[in-house]
């Protein structure tokens, strides 16, 4: 039902971590991704490590996925400031989506609490409410979820998004960054509709074109 997508990524490895598997699925069966990063976090890179690594990083992921890097783009909104910066996100979604004309937005859900996600998730129905529009999937952030979207994988989806997760090394500490954790997410997922593994979504928009 749509062959160009849109991955809105807050901050580098959102992207992945929400829908690594079915970006995967969908750049197998030639579909057109493209993938925003709004911030590299620096204020977040752990001590020792340099300032532009998650920049280094998110261009390696995105890579190992499949991704062009003619189709990764990068901002440089302050980590954790978003809704000081919202109407200037807002023209870069509406530029974006002028330029690129995408069938699907994929954004964080709107139940995300981080504040950077909610602006993102905002501000992304605003610039793309002609569009259909679904949120990813971050339990560490979200208040609840509605699963009412799921894209069936196979083991090679969830291998690749879990190669692409690897590539943050900045990142590896987190608890929700490990392989374990990843395959088990898709698994549950894929229980809900008799499958092995899935990702699942919550529906924001859904529009059925002519």
């Not at 609490?113 to 602006?119: K, L, S, W």
């Not at 971050?138 to 690749?160: G, R, W």
Request: proline share 4%.
């Amino acid at each position: 039902m749509f062959s160009r997508i849109l991955v809105l990524a807050p901050h580098t490895d959102d992207g992945e971590f929400g829908c690594g598997g079915s970006i995967s699925r969908w750049l197998n069966e030639k579909k057109e991704i493209y993938y925003i990063a709004f911030s590299s976090a620096e204020k977040s890179v752990p001590q020792g490590m340099p300032k532009d690594i998650l920049k280094v990083e998110v261009k390696k992921a995105t890579e190992k996925l499949g991704i062009p890097a003619s189709n990764l783009q990068l901002l440089d909104y302050p980590v954790r400031e978003f809704p000081a910066y919202r109407q200037q996100i807002l023209e870069d979604m509406i530029k974006l989506g002028n330029d690129l004309n995408p069938d699907i937005v994929l954004l964080p859900s709107s139940n995300d609490t981080h504040q950077d996600h909610q602006i993102i998730s905002q501000e992304g129905f605003r610039a793309f409410k002609k569009t259909s529009i679904v949120g990813y999937e971050m339990p560490y952030n979200n208040l609840s979820f509605s699963t009412n979207m799921f894209t069936v994988l196979q083991e090679e989806h969830v291998a690749q998004k879990i190669k692409a997760l690897k590539c943050y090394q900045s990142q590896a500490n987190r608890a929700y960054a490990t392989a374990e954790f990843i395959r088990s997410l898709a698994n549950i997922r894929g229980m809900q509709i008799g499958v092995k593994y899935a990702e699942a979504f919550e529906v924001i928009r859904w529009v059925i074109k002519l």
